[in-house]
């Protein structure tokens, strides 16, 4: 018996049901009342905050009880059948919690924000429907007990992920990026589901509590199922958490609203892969080599994505390849054993990036504004369209530098301390194999790359001269306090974050420890020794400082010229534009050699070749023409028939007896 | 409930009440105005589901033997039997059928103007047909009411159906009555080898003929060969498919539905209740289960893949429901419990969505007179109503977690893959291709650019219409997020069916098909 039953842990179950039925009520709505926005802003930002209200009742229960092992609340048997049984069952633990103090504590400032942001579309409340369905999805994500409710949660993100980005689903472009979501993230799952059946044929289970104590006696530390579990449930993260190879839908999906991006593309759902590794720790502990590949494909696209970034003129195509890159590093983390790191990193990049996306919200809802005012269609979110908008946008603006210092990693900001640790630990493992060196070089390369595309975002951004147009730039005007509000919340957690977990003073690690410690068990943290870690924390300060100047002295944001009298880029940097490449790439050897064989080949050639016009239609002209020869042959002869049944008996009775 | 069931003796008749209902149902029409038929037919197929609502009362979850049995002689001298009763897995096939009719007739509302009479005569015949071959205990009486539910489909696809219906209503028919005479044939040696070994008392009693058939192994092989054609054509596996999709195509709504959720279960069932527990030596020989289960995965990919390809929307799902049947038999075939479970639990979900879907394309197609996907685009704005029943069965389609098509896809997958690994990871890119069939379609349905004029003024769902997809919905959600109660109902039959296997499977096979 746990020591949370009974507490407020019981009420776990509110936290997916008020998202829930706040869905449901906005659903209904905007059949009905699609225009009563008061009371969809109502439902929809109350519920998640109730919510959060919830969650923190919960963390509370969680900080008296201190419990060692987890508290499974069991609602209904979900899944029965044969050695199967699946509960439908909520985990609380202290990695469950801290999560979904995020999703609902975040979620809910997104959602106050969109409140602003979204006021004026006509789809408000199919908007807040779908928002809180994500909580509720996302919700079920971090709390399911066992795969398979976790993977309930999974899908349900990414159907309202496609569900967002095809919010304004008019456009081709956008209808067609949520599709792209859905599907790359399919591939991952397919992936995933094939970890589940093979972890299930050894184990024999899927709930964490008994696979956590049953993997290490059946499983054999470094063994094929093991690696093999280890990297299936990885190829799913991949899909998820946007990374090398299937990180390509992620930066497709700003097609969504900019609140959206925050919360699903940003600070939670995307993280969902991290969550994952951290929650499987046991399985990828006993897989070293799937562990270094977590942390390899994390290191590779931490660098890659963060290449990308440095060229991009769209200021949420900077901020997906950003978020694509620093999800790398919160693999790097998991990879190296070093969980706790991982989840620190999420926890402050959902408060940095989060702060950065809804910032980047403001500009482009003032922007779009004014161009509204002066009817002219000039794209509002392209940074060569804006510069200068520090003097009208001063909240959004000194918030959003508060977040860029974090993420380029200036202390004592949060994601200094969280981007540190990771490296360090990768660092650590150094001694074991050069391999995690050249892992560390990686990360400390997109580092550099990091301070520098923020900081020319922000140049770019808030900057030098304005080139949005004489005739808008009296109407740019700083955003209304519904979003400015939620905009100086996350800059405070943004500067406090890094409290959470201070290096060997820290409370998350230790916070953390009776989740992560089956796993420490196997593989022992890494953890560099002490006047290494101090020479780490100043080489990266110095690489961030670096990064800025490089910025600050390279860049000429007075030289900039408006999106539409730009001259094309050439070039390497023509091919960081457009971003490699990638997208065609897959096209050209996935996507249209499928389709063609299945059009072709499959369909053409065989359904309607072989079988129906050879086979099926074939044998009927068969049939006809044996008809024709049969009314032949009852020619009348006598003989002609004496002769046919002799030669048929012998032949019946030479098969007979051959 | 029990009580009152017991009350009334309700498991001595029910089970007759049902084949008899619709008959009388049937003849009551011809005594009706035209104008009338429709709502006889709505009345006599509710008070059908309302009769076998109480099967789910009255069935005892716990026990793997038929129950509800009724038996009357028939022809004696033949040992020809009205022998019925229900065990798990035709209980939920009985419930589905019962439930569907309804909503079949209310789906042929408006789409059906002409010869009204014969139209719901012919539905009500069907429904008979149909639940005798779930309910029949004797071999002679089941291939009566295969054949029975035969010859009403027919003419309901080649009278009431599109353009190209009579090519397509004989495909069907030459198809599967290929089959079934082969299927005949094998009875009848079954029939007369049992009966010889049982010293001359001769029985088409399925007990009887289970019991006593010793069919030496290479008469079994052929046997096996006849009921497995019979069957294949019917769910239909890859080759034996071309037929579904024309059929599918010319039917109209109802046709389509009941096609689609009743008739392709049959050869699942048949798989289930005949074929494997007959000649289990033959249908788990390594060379014949490989086979089986290749083709059962290239039908997975394959229908997936093709369905992704398809101008005519209707088409789509018809080839989607080729790839959905194969995981029934892949499932089977693995000869796991979660797999078999599985087996059942996607051919009860796929009778519920993807009859919802042709219910949905038949909305479409009574409205704009087209079902191809290029006539259409954006009317997610115009019927929002519509769009939104549209995504969430196509989402239980693709298999979504929280629907009905997760519970069976996977249980189906992750039982196979203890027996048969490759098999299963092969199937599970399946869930890669069915998303992309569908939500690529409902990507160029009812999202991007409302940019044709036809297009602009559709109307949205009507009550009736709610009333179709409401029940289905409802039973979307409700498997997904809690299928243990058929699931409870349906495990003792599944276990007994695979002891029933293994038991009478010489050794080589067993030790192949055994679990872990």
Redesign the interface.
């Given at each position: 018996m746990s020591a949370l039953a009974g507490s407020a842990a019981d009420a776990v179950g509110l936290t997916v049901l008020l998202p829930f039925l706040g869905f449901l009520v906005n659903g209904a709505l905007a059949f009905v009342g699609p225009r009563r926005t008061r009371l969809i802003s109502i439902v929809g930002v109350g519920s998640v905050a109730a919510a959060f209200g919830v969650a923190v009742l919960v963390f509370l229960a969680v900080l008296g009880a201190h419990p060692d092992e987890p508290y499974v609340r069991s609602f209904w048997t979900w899944m029965p059948a044969g050695d199967l049984a699946v509960r439908a069952a909520l985990q609380v633990d202290q990695l469950s919690v801290v999560m979904l103090l995020v999703v609902t504590g975040v979620g809910a400032l997104i959602h106050l924000f969109s409140v602003g942001y979204m006021g004026e579309d006509p789809g408000y409340a199919r908007y807040f429907a779908y928002l809180n369905l994500f909580i509720a999805f996302m919700v079920v994500l971090v709390l399911g007990a066992s795969f398979p409710v976790l993977f309930i949660g999974w899908e349900g993100v990414g159907l309202c992920s496609y569900l967002l980005i095809g919010f304004w689903f008019t456009d081709r472009e956008k209808a067609a990026a949520g599709l792209k979501a859905f599907l790359v993230n399919r591939i991952g799952d397919a992936g995933f589901l094939v970890g589940m059946f093979l972890l299930f044929k050894h184990l024999g289970t899927l709930e964490f509590v008994a696979v956590a104590e049953r993997a290490p006696r059946l499983l054999t530390p470094g063994g094929g199922p093991a690696t093999a579990i280890a990297l299936l449930l990885f190829l799913g993260c991949a899909g998820k958490s946007a990374q090398i190879p299937l990180y390509t839908w992620l930066p497709d999906a700003m097609a969504g609203p900019t609140p959206v991006s925050a919360l699903i593309h940003a600070a939670t759902m995307v993280t969902a892969g991290v969550f994952l590794v951290a929650r499987a720790g046991v399985l990828f502990a006993l897989a070293p080599a799937a562990s270094a590949a977590v942390a390899a494909v994390g290191a590779v696209t931490a660098l890659f994505a963060a290449t990308i970034g440095l060229k991009q003129w769209d200021i949420k195509k900077v901020l997906a390849y950003s978020t694509v890159s620093q999800l790398g590093y919160m693999f790097v983390g998991v990879g190296s054993g070093a969980y706790a790191a991982g989840i620190f990193h999420l926890v402050t990049h959902s408060f940095f990036k989060a702060l950065l996306f809804l910032g980047a919200g403001s500009v482009i809802h003032a922007l779009h504004r004014a161009y509204h005012h002066t009817h002219r269609r000039a794209d509002a979110q392209d940074m060569r369209n804006m510069g200068g908008l520090a003097t009208c946008l001063p909240v959004t603006s000194r918030v959003m530098w508060v977040a860029t210092l974090a993420i380029a990693g200036i202390p004592p900001l949060a994601g200094f301390f969280s981007k540190d640790e990771i490296l360090a630990a990768a660092f650590g493992r150094g001694a074991e194999s050069p391999f995690w060196y050249g892992v560390w070089l990686l990360g400390a390369a997109a580092a550099l790359l990091t301070a520098f595309y923020m900081t020319r975002l922000m140049l770019y951004t808030f900057h030098g001269p304005n080139r949005t147009g004489t005739p808008e730039r009296p109407h740019i005007r700083e955003s209304p306090r519904v979003m400015t509000l939620p905009l100086v919340a996350l800059a405070a957690l943004t500067v406090a974050g890094g409290l959470l977990n201070l290096p060997h003073v820290g409370t998350l690690h230790h916070w953390l420890e009776p989740v992560t410690r089956a796993a420490a068990e196997l593989v022992a943290e890494p953890r560099p020794p002490l006047g290494t870690e101090l020479a780490l924390m100043a080489l990266a300060v110095l690489i961030a400082a670096t990064g800025i100047w490089l910025a600050r002295t390279k860049l000429r944001p007075e030289l900039l010229v408006p999106a539409d009298r730009s001259k094309p880029e050439t070039g390497w940097q023509k091919l960081l534009l457009e971003k490699y490449r990638v997208d065609e790439f897959y096209d050209a050897v996935l996507v249209r050699p499928v389709v063609w064989l299945s059009r072709v080949v499959l369909w053409k050639a065989l359904d309607a070749g072989a079988i129906d016009a050879a086979g099926v239609n074939g044998s009927a002209v068969v049939a006809r023409s044996l008809g024709w020869l049969g009314s032949r042959l009852q020619s009348g002869q006598v003989g002609t028939y004496v002769l046919i049944f002799v030669v048929g008996a012998l032949a019946v009775l030479g098969a007979l007896t051959g | 409930m029990e009580t009152f069931l017991g009350d009334i003796h309700y498991a001595r008749w029910v089970l007759s009440a049902l084949l008899v209902l619709p008959l009388a149902g049937a003849a009551l029409l011809a005594a009706v105005p035209a104008a009338a038929a429709k709502r006889v037919a709505l009345l006599v197929t509710v008070a059908e589901f309302i009769v076998s609502a109480g099967l789910w009362w009255a069935y005892d979850p716990a026990g793997p033997a038929m129950q509800l049995t009724a038996a009357a002689p028939w022809v004696r001298e033949w040992g020809i039997g009205y022998r019925v009763g229900i065990d798990g897995i035709s209980l939920t096939l009985v419930l589905l059928t019962t439930f569907l009719m309804p909503l079949a007739v209310l789906g042929s509302w408006a789409g059906i103007t002409t010869r009204e009479r014969a139209y719901y005569g012919l539905l009500l015949v069907l429904t008979t047909g149909m639940l005798g071959v779930f309910v029949a205990l004797d071999l002679f009486l089941f291939y009566v009411f295969w054949e029975v539910m035969l010859i009403p489909m027919y003419f309901v696809i080649g009278v009431w159906g599109g353009s190209g219906r009579l090519y397509a209503s004989i495909?069907f028919f030459v198809?599967t009555m290929l089959g079934s005479l082969l299927m005949l044939v094998a009875i009848l040696y079954l029939y007369y080898d049992a009966g010889r070994a049982a010293g001359g008392a001769y029985s088409f009693s399925y007990d009887f003929v289970l019991r006593h058939a010793a069919v030496p192994l290479r008469a079994q092989f052929w046997l096996f060969g006849a009921f497995f054609l019979a069957f294949a054509i019917k769910v239909p596996m890859v080759?034996f498919h071309?037929?579904l999709p024309d059929a599918h195509v010319e039917a109209p709504t109802a046709g389509s539905v009941i096609l689609a959720a009743i008739l392709l279960k049959m050869g699942a069932y048949g798989f289930i209740r005949f074929a494997l527990p007959f000649f289990p030596s033959v249908a788990f020989h390594p060379t014949v289960s490989a086979v089986v289960i290749a083709l059962a995965v290239v039908g997975i990919v394959?229908g997936a893949?093709?369905a992704?390809?398809?101008p005519d929307f209707k088409k789509l799902i018809a080839y989607s429901s080729v790839s959905h049947l194969g995981f029934v038999v892949l499932g089977v075939w693995a000869l796991?419990?979660?797999s078999a479970?599985?087996a059942v639990m996607v051919m009860i979900n796929h009778g519920i969505s993807t009859g919802a879907l042709f219910f949905l394309v038949g909305m479409l197609y009574e409205r704009r007179h087209s079902r191809l996907i290029a006539d259409f685009g954006?009317i997610?704005?115009v019927v929002?109503?519509y769009a939104a029943a549209l995504t969430l069965v196509s989402?239980s389609s693709i298999g979504?977690?929280?629907t009905n098509g997760f519970?069976g896809e996977?249980?189906v997958?992750?039982?196979t893959?203890?027996t048969h690994?490759a098999a299963?990871?092969i199937a599970?890119?399946a869930?890669?291709f069915a998303?992309?069939y569908l939500?690529?379609a409902l990507?160029r349905i009812?999202?991007?650019?409302?940019d044709k004029r036809e297009n602009e003024a559709l109307p949205d769902l009507v009550p009736r219409e709610y009333a179709v997809l409401v029940p289905l919905m409802a039973v979307i959600v409700w498997l997904g997020?809690?299928?243990?109660p058929i699931?409870?109902r349906t495990?003792p039959s599944v276990r007994h069916f695979i002891e029933t296997v293994q038991s009478r499977s010489a050794p080589p096979a067993v030790a192949e098909a055994e679990p872990r």
């Open positions: - | 495909k198809y080759p071309t037929w394959d893949l093709v992704m390809v398809q796991t419990v979660e479970q599985g954006g997610a704005r929002p109503a989402l979504l977690p929280g519970v996977f249980l997958l992750l039982g893959f203890r690994p299963a990871a599970t890119t869930v890669v998303a992309a939500l690529w990507q009812i999202y991007q650019p409302l997020l809690a299928p243990a699931l409870r495990e």
